[in-house]
């Protein structure tokens, strides 16, 4: 379990990472082709990762609609939300935003049949979490900024397709973890394909750096860290998996503030506290050793 939470942590280092790279991708493409361009990455690369592996990519017929809607909650919409988002907000925020995946999880997997029950711990951990978001949501309300408080407002949609992805992928008893991934990925880049023509059309001309943050992002930090998250899933549960988001602010933040030179204030570090605070009372651990 050790070694799982050790992955964990590297997975939310580099997801972090992903928010900064969406910043660098927007300044040539638009959101719906940065989704695009991570997406058809990221299932290139899991269909290679499938071929090394010498995995059949097969599957039954009936699992393609599940698979697909797999596709547009964990992928399709949250990576197409965020880069919208990030339009109008810093990318340490969009990082936090983030962060609220695992309160969402409680949330669905409280409602959803044969899912994770919510205990009082976890519901003061949502509370937590809301209350995070509120209070990230409060310098644009108050500078009159209404693109800000829309950016972030958008973003809150992420985490609660997040967490009905992971529990929906609770149906896939039957198929490989890597192959339902690998088909996700194809399912999610097919949807956004026509959306992406009517809307944006032919990107301009792309610079360099922008092909290798492309690269970088769709074939490592969300190919390969995907198969890698959802290979955790069946042994740590949506709950703690989706904890992987923890990790991710910080890294985030720090990436934001040393590349992008971008400016937090006092109330945004107090609305990522709330939400870690909402992650502790989730998790629980530390309260049931304080007082038991």
């Avoid at 969402?104 to 978001?133: C, D, N, Q, Y």
């Avoid at 309300?141 to 985490?159: C, H, N, R």
């Avoid at 992002?217 to 709950?239: D, E, H, I």
């Amino acid at each position: 379990m050790d070694r799982d939470w050790g992955i964990i942590i590297v997975l939310g280092i580099g997801w972090g990472t992903t928010f900064f790279f969406n910043e660098l991708l927007l300044k040539d493409l638009g959101p719906l082709s940065v989704a695009f361009a991570r997406i058809s990455m990221a299932a290139l690369s899991s269909w290679i990762y499938l071929l090394v592996i010498r995995q059949s990519g097969r599957i039954p017929i009936k699992e393609a609609l599940p698979l697909l809607f797999l596709g547009a909650c964990m992928f399709a919409l949250p990576f197409s939300l965020f880069p919208i988002g990030q339009q109008y907000v810093a990318t340490g925020v969009a990082g936090i935003v983030n962060a609220l995946t695992p309160v969402m999880v409680v949330v669905i997997s409280h409602l959803w049949p044969g899912g994770e029950r919510a205990t009082p711990l976890k519901t003061l951990g949502v509370a937590a979490g809301f209350i995070g978001i509120v209070l990230l949501t409060i310098p644009a309300f108050q500078s009159d900024q209404e693109t800000k408080v829309f950016g972030t407002l958008i973003m809150v949609i992420a985490p609660v397709s997040y967490a009905v992805g992971l529990n929906w992928v609770r149906r896939f008893t039957d198929i490989k973890t890597s192959v339902a991934v690998t088909w996700s990925f194809t399912f999610a880049a097919i949807m956004l394909l026509p959306l992406v023509a009517m809307t944006e059309g032919k990107p301009g001309p792309i610079q360099p750096i922008t092909w290798g943050a492309i690269v970088i992002m769709g074939s490592v930090l969300t190919g390969l860290f995907f198969q890698v998250g959802f290979a955790l899933l069946p042994r740590m549960g949506a709950t703690k998996t989706s904890s992987v988001t923890f990790i991710a602010p910080v890294s985030a933040l720090l990436i934001g503030w040393w590349a992008l030179g971008e400016r937090l204030e006092i109330v945004h570090f107090a609305g990522m506290a709330a939400i870690f605070l909402g992650l502790f009372l989730i998790d629980g651990r530390l309260f049931r050793r304080k007082f038991n």
